[in-house]
């Protein structure tokens, strides 16, 4: 099979470190040895049959005689049987702590009515203290099968919760981040009435009487603050919880989109003390002002085997989402003409941010959704950046363009991290938020990105969607939503390519975080990191996709994951040699 990768972007290791790390190699057998098919991503050898590791890097890829016949007395050899070796997989957009705070909160993701919210969250109110808060998250409206019997602008009001919960102030996340919806009680303790105004950049959303619905949109959601607010024991709580759920998902790296400054605390409490497993690639936010004045004069911190957290980014949300019409267009929403969605963050305020960091080499990485919100902020950038095209700046998400945006990106350089999963969730009700024609021509543009060289790294927004990467390559590859649907896919003219897909979630999450010498294939000198799937992403067919499992997850030589599609393999050591592991 002939990879068809852009090998060319690949960088390598510089020659001195290369030399010295052969060098060192050569004088000592490897301590591990991986065994099986693997798909490398590098120039040399796109497939190989092994690899070798030794202090976390590998030291040799290739052919499985050569590589064994290295092999010592004490060295481990690891046989993938079956299971397929990719590069570890890298997650370019997620929310780690918000992942932790998930896996706490009453999981409203597969609720199919506004009724079925309130019995859950009832139940949970039950077992609870009396005046504790009670939290949710993961409810879409767009998504139920029964509408409420009360709708504003979309979205339910509160009163049947706070009929549920009356004695507990009660806060339901949206799916998307962008909204939440508290019950009574709720407001009565953070002082929302009638009387209360929307902040700038948010929606208070009030009935025809102008009494508060209980929905909050955008900043806000910053007004439940004093109900939500944590400190550094449960940042540190959060971050384990939502490492292991990452790690077991198969992604090795992530990248936390806009990290508060408690939650940077425990991420580099974590690294520091080598309680770090997953790579993290965290973003300031840039909304949250202790942290941009504890970290921007301390400078970047990178990332080193020992130490595996780094801070070299700021993120920006420019505008809403497109659930709750809050994404900033050009035109009105098609099902709601009284609105253009909304701006979050001033586009004079982006610059001013540029200018105060350029001095620090600060990466910028803008949250934009709506069309409008990613011309305005291309604008800005093509403004600062002035030719370089080097600082990486990212857009993230990207997801509606004008028919021009794409080639602004190819210009200057700037990356779009994208989630193609939000495809599969999104387009049976995105059309009608958009129109057909809209729909058609800007939404999803991942093929046009590609046919422009731009770079376009993949993530999931879990816990947004699911921390799912197989699910996400599904959704780039078929342009369907999961459940098969429709057969031929949405606008199928922007599919990625599978080897496409494969490097949005590797090479292109390693150059999008400045990291391509160090993770993103496999190839000597670099962090022997490795997703091992139960079959092979590149040939499996369509239908079977899905059916992919994690087998192993590999971070720096160590074995951090074990699933459950593992089997004992057949020995593939030649006489002589030391005796194989099973699978992982």
């Keep these: 099979m002939t990879l068809a990768f852009d090998l060319r972007r690949i960088a390598k290791k510089p020659a001195a470190f290369l030399g010295a790390f052969m060098a060192a190699a050569a004088t000592a057998a490897p301590e591990q040895i991986l065994v099986g098919r693997i798909y490398t991503l590098d120039a040399e050898v796109p497939i190989a049959e092994a690899a070798a590791v030794q202090r976390g890097l590998f030291s040799a890829v290739g052919d499985r005689d050569s590589i064994l016949a290295t092999a010592g007395p004490d060295t481990q050899i690891i046989d993938l049987g079956q299971h397929v070796g990719y590069p570890g997989f890298i997650d370019a957009h997620l929310h780690v702590a918000a992942i932790g705070s998930a896996l706490k909160r009453v999981d409203l993701t597969r609720a199919m009515s506004y009724d079925d919210i309130v019995a859950k969250m009832r139940s949970r109110a039950a077992t609870s203290p009396r005046g504790e808060l009670v939290l949710g998250r993961g409810w879409h409206q767009s998504k139920w099968e029964v509408e409420p019997d009360t709708l504003v602008q979309g979205f339910p009001d509160h009163r049947k919760l706070s009929a549920a919960v009356p004695d507990h102030p009660a806060l339901l996340e949206h799916a998307n981040g962008h909204s939440v919806l508290i019950n009574e009680k709720a407001m009565t303790v953070l002082g929302i009435n009638k009387n209360s105004r929307s902040p700038e950049g948010g929606v208070i959303v009030k009935d025809k009487a102008g009494h508060p619905t209980g929905i909050l949109h955008e900043t806000a959601i910053q007004l439940v603050a004093p109900l939500t607010r944590y400190k550094l024991d449960t940042a540190l709580d959060y971050l384990e919880l939502a490492q292991h759920h990452i790690l077991s ?249 599978r080897e496409e897909a494969l490097y949005a979630m590797t090479m292109a999450g390693a150059i999008a975080a400045f990291e391509e010498a160090e993770k993103g294939s496999i190839a000597v000198g670099k962090y022997a990191d490795l997703t091992v799937l139960s079959q092979d992403i590149l040939t499996v067919p369509e239908g079977d996709l899905l059916n992919t499992r994690v087998a192993c997850v590999i971070v720096g030589g160590d074995v951090v994951f074990r699933g459950n599609a593992l089997q004992r393999q057949d020995q593939v050591a030649p006489q002589g040699q030391p005796e194989v592991s099973p699978a992982c």
């Excluded at 909304?287 to 801070?311: C, I, K, M, N, Y």
């Excluded at 599969?424 to 939404?443: K, N, T, Y």
């Excluded at 990105?449 to 799912?468: H, K, Q, R």
């Excluded at 390559?473 to 369907?480: E, L």
């Design 249 to 497: 998902s198969g992604v090795t790296s992530a990248h936390d989109a806009g990290v508060t400054q408690v939650d940077l605390e425990a991420q580099r409490i974590l690294a520091e003390r080598g309680d770090l497993t997953l790579r993290l690639y965290s973003m300031v936010d840039g909304t949250d002002a202790g942290a941009l004045q504890a970290w921007l004069p301390r400078g970047h911190l990178l990332a080193s085997e020992q130490q595996r957290l780094t801070v070299r980014s700021i993120k920006i949300q420019a505008d809403g989402a497109l659930g709750s019409r809050t994404a900033w267009l050009h035109q009105p929403y098609s099902d709601a003409s009284e609105t253009s969605g909304v701006s979050t963050y001033a586009m004079d305020d982006l610059a001013a941010l540029i200018k105060r960091t350029r001095a620090g080499s600060w990466q910028i990485n803008v949250h934009a959704i709506g069309d409008r919100a990613n011309s305005e902020v291309l604008k800005v950038f093509a403004d600062a950046l002035e030719g370089d095209r080097d600082s990486r700046f990212r857009i993230e998400h990207a997801q509606h363009l004008t028919s021009t945006d794409p080639s602004v990106f190819a210009e200057h350089g700037i990356i779009a991290s994208m989630q193609p999963i939000h495809l599969s969730s999104d387009r049976p009700w995105a059309i009608h938020r958009l129109g057909q024609v809209r729909i058609e021509e800007g939404a999803y543009m991942w093929r046009k990105f590609l046919d422009l060289g731009v770079t376009v790294a993949s993530g999931t927004d879990a816990p947004v969607e699911p921390a799912n990467p197989v699910a996400n390559f599904y959704a780039a590859v078929t342009r369907k939503q999961l459940s098969g649907q429709p057969p031929g896919g949405y606008e199928t003219g922007q599919k990625m390519g």
